[in-house]
Nanobody, 118 residues
Framework: VQLVESGGGSVLAGGTLTLSCAAS?????MAWFRQEPGKERERVSV???????AYADFVKGRFTIFKDNSKNTLYLEMRNLKPDDTALYYC????????????????WGQGTQVTVSS
C-alpha cells in the first residue's frame, strides 16, 4: 500500500485546512498522526474497521475525518486551527484485521506540513 498526502500549508489561527491521503491498494483502516520536532508522534484521528471513527481529545469538535471509498482517499478537515496544531501530519493505513483492531499501522505516507500562526 502506498500513501500520498497533500493539502498541508500555512494558515492563520482560526483558519481551515483539509488534508488528503490517496491510497493505492486495499485498506481496512486509515488514520492521521502528527509529529512536532523533538516530540513523539501522536494519533489524531482514525477511520477504523467498519468505518468507525475516533478522535484525540485535543481535536474533538474541530477536526473531521472522512473517506471517499470511490477514490480510496482519506481526508482530514481541520477547522479552527490553533498554533499548537502546527506539525508534520502523516497518513497511515493497514489491511490486516488484527492490526486495525489494535490501531496499528504498517503503511505510512511521507507527511505534509501544517503551520498555524497566531
Amino acid at each position: 500500500v502506498q500513501l500520498v498526502e497533500s493539502g498541508g500549508g500555512s494558515v492563520l489561527a482560526g483558519g481551515t485546512l483539509t488534508l488528503s491521503c490517496a491510497a493505492s491498494g486495499y485498506t481496512a483502516c486509515m488514520a492521521w498522526f502528527r509529529q512536532e520536532p523533538g516530540k513523539e508522534r501522536e494519533r489524531v484521528s482514525v477511520n477504523g474497521l467498519d468505518n468507525i471513527v475516533a478522535y484525540a481529545d485535543f481535536v474533538k469538535g474541530r477536526f473531521t475525518i472522512f473517506k471517499d471509498n470511490s477514490k480510496n482517499t482519506l481526508y482530514l478537515e481541520m477547522r479552527n486551527l490553533k498554533p499548537d496544531d502546527t506539525a508534520l501530519y502523516y497518513c497511515a493505513a493497514d489491511y490486516a484485521f488484527l492490526r486495525c483492531r489494535d490501531y496499528e499501522f504498517d503503511f505510512w505516507g511521507q507527511g505534509t506540513q501544517v503551520t498555524v500562526s497566531s
